[in-house]
């Protein structure tokens, strides 16, 4: 006899290497030395700093298809069809639309707060620029909300992360919550992130003023 753990969430990751990683990079690079930051007005002041896409607004943009980020969008869609794949619903892949992408800069001190972001289906993030050090993004156990359960309040404390790699990618399902830890180093964390929406569901329609955030 044995234990097993039953309904897992499926989380893709993976990383960019060799020329499709330097593409990524190069648009990337000439994307965050063109596009001004932010910092949520409603947040504390140690939080980190967000694009501003064409509206001028912190949310609601997809900074990626603005700057025309064609080579990141593609390795984007690979790996949603490497994900779909996995989960055995690769011929729905194709319905979906990138509602909205940004980039985040965390300088030292700065973080993210916990939240998630529900509205949508997927989400996701790039590591663009780190040292490796300077602040992991965190995952707690989805379980905690059973707390008030014996077993389940005993097995809902653990937390899991993505490694801090440059052209590493992470994809989850945005219900997650999630949040960063301080950066604690001198260098600026650049990531990129994005929500993803899938579309075959008879008659959803973009909603006009999104309000997740990160």
Not at 134 to 146: A, C, E, T, V
Not at 205 to 210: E, L, S, V
Request: hydrophobic share 30%; charged share 20%; with cysteine.
């Amino acid at each position: 006899m044995t234990t097993h753990a039953w309904f897992p969430i499926p989380v893709y990751s993976s990383k960019a290497t060799g020329k499709e990683y330097e593409k990524i990079q190069e648009e990337l690079s000439r994307t965050y030395e063109t596009t001004d930051f932010q910092q949520n007005p409603n947040w504390t002041d140690d939080t980190h700093d967000l694009s501003l896409g064409d509206s001028g607004k912190i949310f609601g943009d997809c900074l990626l298809k603005q700057k025309k980020c064609n080579n990141f969008i593609s390795f984007i869609d690979k790996c949603i069809s490497e994900y779909m794949n996995d989960l055995g619903i690769e011929k729905e892949y194709k319905n979906y639309e990138i509602l909205e992408s940004w980039m985040t800069r965390t300088m030292k001190g700065k973080y993210a707060h916990l939240h998630d972001h529900m509205l949508c289906d997927l989400s996701g993030v790039y590591y663009y620029k780190t040292n490796g050090k300077d602040g992991n993004i965190m995952f707690p156990n989805y379980l905690r909300q059973f707390g008030s359960n014996f077993i389940l309040g005993r097995a809902a404390h653990s937390m899991s992360s993505f490694p801090l790699e440059q052209g590493f990618i992470g994809i989850w399902p945005s219900m997650l919550m999630h949040n960063t830890q301080p950066n604690l180093t001198d260098n600026d964390r650049v990531s990129v992130s994005f929500n993803i929406k899938f579309t075959n569901y008879g008659g959803w329609q973009p909603p006009n003023r999104p309000t997740w955030s990160s």
